[in-house]
């Protein structure tokens, strides 16, 4: 996930990037950090792409919301949380589609709830193409449940079906993770979203379509940490 904190003061602007970091892992979301709404503007001139905004409304050169209005300009579904002083100014909000307001300074838990539930929106969001008979077929990434190597093809199976696309299985897993995290590999044919497990042991793992999975002997450890820091961080 690509997170822009903006706010003209140093303090705050580290204080949030130090909170989702500690909650996500460095690895697994890159904070972009601007002291001013002009620089964020013109980094989506220069077609910068961003998942969310992190956005504080006192700001002296350019203040938080009309920064927000400008980014409007250049996408009209990008998430923006609002950090402020004044509570009261959360009614502006409404104009620019602010996702969410937090106040100053930001709680730990709040913070933690806002990024669980910005998760559950970009996941809901995100849709992964299939190319099948000369068509296009399109599903939302949060309804992949697995995605399985066999032979020359890839099996993704989804909530309600399973398509077969002909490709590599590192090309699969590799298209997955360009659109979401949550993925993790198993075995070297499983690629699973962690999302619809259910049970996981250590020898396999028990999907909410029923499925049972292998787990490949060396990997239970490994995969059971990801297991709890994805539950940990999405409070499931």
Do not use: W
Request: hydrophobic share 45%.
């Amino acid at each position: 996930m690509r997170i822009a904190v903006v706010d003209d003061e140093k303090v705050f602007r580290q204080a949030i990037v130090d909170q989702i970091t500690s909650l996500y892992g460095r690895e697994n979301v890159s904070c972009f950090l601007f002291s001013d709404g002009n620089e964020l503007v013109r980094s989506f001139d220069n077609g910068f792409q961003l998942d969310a905004i992190f956005l504080d409304i006192e700001m002296k050169e350019l203040d938080g919301m009309s920064t927000a209005k400008l980014v409007r300009k250049y996408s009209k579904d990008i998430p923006i949380i609002f950090t402020t002083s004044h509570t009261e100014m959360a009614l502006e909000g409404y104009e620019v589609d602010a996702f969410r307001f937090l106040a100053k300074p930001v709680d730990g838990r709040k913070l933690r709830q806002t990024l669980v539930d910005l998760e559950k929106k970009l996941k809901v969001e995100e849709k992964i193409v299939l190319r099948k008979d000369g068509g296009e077929l399109i599903f939302p990434v949060a309804d992949l449940i697995y995605a399985e190597a066999a032979n020359n093809s890839v099996r993704f199976v989804f909530s309600k079906k399973a398509v077969e696309q002909r490709m590599r299985f590192s090309e699969a897993m590799s298209l997955i993770d360009d659109l979401t995290d949550g993925f993790l590999k198993i075995h070297r044919s499983y690629y699973i979203h962690l999302a619809h497990v259910v049970k996981m042991g250590s020898a396999e793992v028990v999907m909410d379509n029923d499925e049972t999975l292998p787990i490949a002997r060396g990997m239970a450890a490994e995969a059971k940490k990801k297991l709890l820091e994805y539950v940990r961080r999405n409070g499931r």
